[in-house]
């Protein structure tokens, strides 16, 4: 149970742009855990990709790292987040040299949070899946912007301008 000094985390269907981004840690490639609190102070990047090793997550993974140092410059963190297990991240980080961390959510507790599991469908079939998310976090805790659905073509870009931005 949460203090009564310390609102609940929304409901992803609440997650809104000016809301505090809600708390999470997770283990993350190289066996590490990160918090939300890890980065209070700076601005955080947080991509939420389908599944590790297939084309448009990876083709996502190496747009964020070309970008990496841009991001570092304007003080910000990028991290990603699957389902996928810890060495599964571990072997996609290694695979494609990537320079951001990768943490495993594979309860889906932090997806959920942040509104990036939900209904998908494909080839006319519903089911529950990633949905490809990326949240802007202030450095005081807040969610700057949301990019739902996102289309992986230019978006690491249009987020590294809104990071430059704050």
Same mark, same amino acid.
């Not at 990537?98 to 949070?113: F, G, K, V, Y």
């Given at each position: 149970?949460? $203090?009564?000094? &310390? /609102? $609940?985390?929304?409901?992803? %269907?609440?997650?809104?742009?000016? !809301?505090?981004?809600? /708390?999470? *840690?997770?283990?993350?490639?190289?066996?590490?855990? +990160? %918090?939300?609190?890890?980065?209070?102070?700076?601005?955080?990047?947080?991509?939420? @990709? $389908?599944?590790?090793? *297939? $084309?448009?997550?990876?083709?996502?993974? #190496?747009?964020?790292?070309?970008? !990496?140092?841009?991001?570092?410059?304007?003080?910000?963190?990028?991290?990603?987040? &699957?389902?996928? /297990? +810890?060495?599964?991240?571990? !072997?996609?980080? *290694?695979?494609?040299?990537?320079?951001?961390?990768?943490? &495993?959510?594979?309860?889906?507790?932090?997806?959920?949070? @942040?509104?990036?599991?939900?209904?998908? %469908? #494909? @080839?006319?079939?519903?089911?529950?899946?990633?949905?490809? *998310?990326? +949240?802007?976090?202030?450095?005081?805790?807040?969610?700057?912007?949301?990019?739902?659905?996102?289309?992986?073509?230019?978006?690491?870009?249009?987020?590294?301008?809104?990071?430059?931005?704050?």
């Amino acid at each position: 149970m949460r $203090p009564a000094a &310390s /609102p $609940p985390a929304p409901h992803a %269907s609440e997650l809104a742009e000016g !809301s505090r981004a809600p /708390p999470f *840690t997770l283990p993350r490639d190289g066996g590490a855990r +990160v %918090s939300l609190a890890d980065f209070v102070g700076g601005k955080l990047v947080i991509f939420f @990709y $389908p599944r590790a090793n *297939t $084309p448009g997550c990876t083709r996502e993974a #190496m747009d964020f790292t070309r970008l !990496s140092k841009e991001f570092a410059a304007c003080g910000t963190t990028v991290l990603g987040v &699957s389902a996928d /297990p +810890v060495k599964t991240q571990e !072997s996609f980080r *290694t695979k494609h040299k990537l320079a951001i961390p990768l943490m &495993s959510d594979e309860t889906h507790a932090m997806l959920e949070a @942040y509104g990036a599991w939900g209904e998908k %469908s #494909m @080839y006319g079939k519903a089911f529950l899946g990633i949905i490809r *998310t990326t +949240v802007l976090v202030t450095a005081d805790g807040r969610i700057a912007r949301i990019w739902r659905r996102v289309k992986v073509d230019g978006h690491a870009e249009e987020v590294l301008a809104a990071a430059r931005g704050l």
